[in-house]
């Protein structure tokens, strides 16, 4: 299961793939949900806007959402905190996002 619940935090398993031409949501990827992001591997950046993305998707601050395994790997645990938003609607909104990374 890509997707964990405990005491009200989410814990998402996360394939990365930086680079790309647009930050979007592709699907399953083995027991990971793999996403897009148009942001290079460069000094962090790519997993600052993984951050964004995240909370832009869960309607949460960032401060909400923490890298907690992965900095330098593309396979990534991430936690979400105060979302009511079920992360398999992801799956659901895989539109490419508007945001500004």
């Not at 680079?19 to 942001?39: D, P, Q, W």
């Not at 790519?46 to 832009?56: C, D, K, V």
């Not at 659901?92 to 996002?97: E, I, L």
């Amino acid at each position: 299961m890509w997707h964990q619940h405990k005491e009200g935090v989410i814990f998402l398993s996360l394939y990365i793939q930086p680079g790309a031409k647009r930050n979007e949501v592709i699907g399953l990827h083995g027991k990971a949900l793999k996403i897009r992001l148009a942001t290079p591997p460069i000094e962090g950046r790519a997993n600052e806007a993984l951050l964004r993305f995240i909370a832009n998707k869960f309607s949460v601050p960032i401060r909400n959402v923490e890298l907690k395994q992965g900095a330098r790997s593309r396979h990534k645990i991430v936690l979400i905190n105060g979302s009511t938003i079920k992360p398999e609607c992801l799956l659901d909104m895989n539109a490419p996002s508007q945001d500004s990374v």
